[in-house]
């Protein structure tokens, strides 16, 4: 069974950063796809950052020049590296892999930016 755990989240004053990772377990396989997502209290769920296997990372707008996605190099774990955080970037935020065709969500960690 297929398990994607994300870890990292808290409590972050504006302007400060935090670090999430997201890993996988249960399979033999590596991720080919990996990706986060991020929903906030009444909002839908939106694109933060993804990057595939040999491919560029990519961005959604509201976090370009703040964050960054990286990962190891077996595709098995992902981070999010989140700087000049905004109290608009308050939301859970969701891992997703993509592993043989078939997509695994996390059960997302709360990221709240607040002073």
């Known amino acids: 069974q297929v398990q994607v755990v994300e870890s990292g989240g808290g409590l972050v004053q504006p302007g400060g950063s935090l670090r999430l990772s997201c890993s996988i377990s249960?399979?033999?396989?590596?991720?080919?796809?990996m990706s986060w997502h991020r929903q906030a209290p009444g909002k839908e769920r939106e694109f933060v950052a993804g990057?595939?296997?040999?491919?560029?990372?990519n961005y959604g707008d509201s976090v370009k020049g703040r964050f960054a996605i990286s990962r190891d190099h077996a595709m098995k774990t992902t981070y999010l590296q989140m700087q000049s955080l905004k109290p608009e970037d308050t939301a859970v935020y969701y891992c997703?892999?993509?592993?043989?065709?078939?997509?695994?969500w996390g059960q997302g960690t709360q990221v709240t930016v607040s002073s």
């Open positions: 249960g399979s033999i396989y590596s991720a080919t796809a």
């Open positions: 997703k892999v993509r592993i043989r065709g078939t997509e695994f």
């Open positions: 990057m595939a296997s040999g491919g560029m990372p």
